[in-house]
Structure formats: structure tokens, C-alpha cells
């Protein structure tokens, strides 16, 4: 899967990788898709939380090397 824009909060804690995940999203196109790296363990509740509330398409999530990968696309 290709995505338009990566998001690394590796590292940063709740909420600053939802609050990086809207503010890529705000510069993005309907239909386009972001990729979110975070490692805080929240992150897995937050993103579908965010997603879910915004009516951003949660394409999908991974567990990789002690981090989250999130595949979001931005709604139309």
C-alpha cells in the first residue's frame, strides 16, 4: 500500500501523535492517505478514537519493531 504522507511520533506520548496524525491530515486532499508511526502504547486506543470521531477511514494497523504503523485516509 502507497501512501502520500508518513508521520513519525515515534517516541512522543498521548496526544501529541493524534494532534500530528490532524494537523497532516488538514494538508492533505480528500481520498489521500497518511501513514503514522507512533510507539505510545495509547496510540492503538487514540487513532481508531480519532478516526472514528472525525470520519477519517482507518485503513488499517500493524504491530512493527516496538511501534504502531496506522494507515488513515483522509475522508471525502
Known amino acids: ?6 508521520i513519525d511520533a515515534i ?6 501523535p493524534v494532534l500530528r496524525l490532524q494537523k497532516s491530515l488538514a494538508g492533505l486532499g480528500a ?5 503514522l508511526l507512533a510507539s505510545d502504547p495509547m496510540a492503538a486506543i487514540d487513532v ?7 470520519g477519517h477511514e482507518l485503513m488499517g494497523s500493524t ?3 516496538g511501534h504502531h504503523e496506522f494507515l488513515i ?4
Not at 1 to 6: A, F, H, L
Not at 11 to 16: A, D, I, N, T
Not at 48 to 54: D, G, I, K, L, M
Open 48 to 54: 481508531p478514537h480519532f478516526c472514528a470521531e472525525t
Open 73 to 76: 485516509r483522509k475522508r471525502a
Open 63 to 65: 504491530e512493527a519493531a
Open 31 to 35: 481520498g489521500e492517505v497518511a501513514r
Open 1 to 6: 500500500m502507497d501512501w502520500d504522507v508518513e
Open 11 to 16: 517516541g512522543l506520548k498521548c496526544p501529541l
